[in-house]
């Protein structure tokens, strides 16, 4: 990665918004769990703009030299999964992330942004 997560995670986060992403939140996991830095969790209101929210989270990550190692859920746009390594992003749809609550999962987490 050629930009450090802390430097990465704001454009995530501005990226996201730019597509109306709903309730971004953004966890710190450090010193909680191995699997990343951050988690960003938002929701879109449709699967087109779940689908609107990862694409551009992707490219913005591109931008950056930042290889995104895997995209899942793309196809139904329920729940995408965009793993950066260090920062790992869900994006729900509205009625989706109620039914998962992944927030609640990581109440350990401290959480350092919210939109």
Request: aromatic share 0%; net charge negative.
């Given at each position: 990665m050629s930009i450090t997560p802390d430097k990465l995670m704001p454009l995530i986060v501005d990226a996201a918004d730019d597509k109306k992403a709903m309730n971004i939140i953004t966890l710190n996991l450090q010193?909680?769990?191995g699997i990343a830095d951050y988690f960003i969790i938002?929701?879109?209101n449709s699967e087109?703009?779940?689908?609107?929210i990862a694409?551009?989270?992707r490219k913005k990550a591109e931008e950056k030299d930042v290889r995104v190692r895997g995209m899942?859920?793309?196809d139904t746009a329920r729940w995408v999964l965009v793993d950066m390594g260090d920062i790992i992003?869900?994006?729900f749809h509205r009625d989706d992330r109620e039914y998962y609550n992944i927030e609640r999962l990581w109440s350990d987490a401290k959480v350092v942004g919210q939109v």
């Open positions: 010193g909680i769990s938002c929701h879109g087109t703009q779940v689908q609107a694409t551009a989270v899942e859920g793309m992003v869900h994006v």
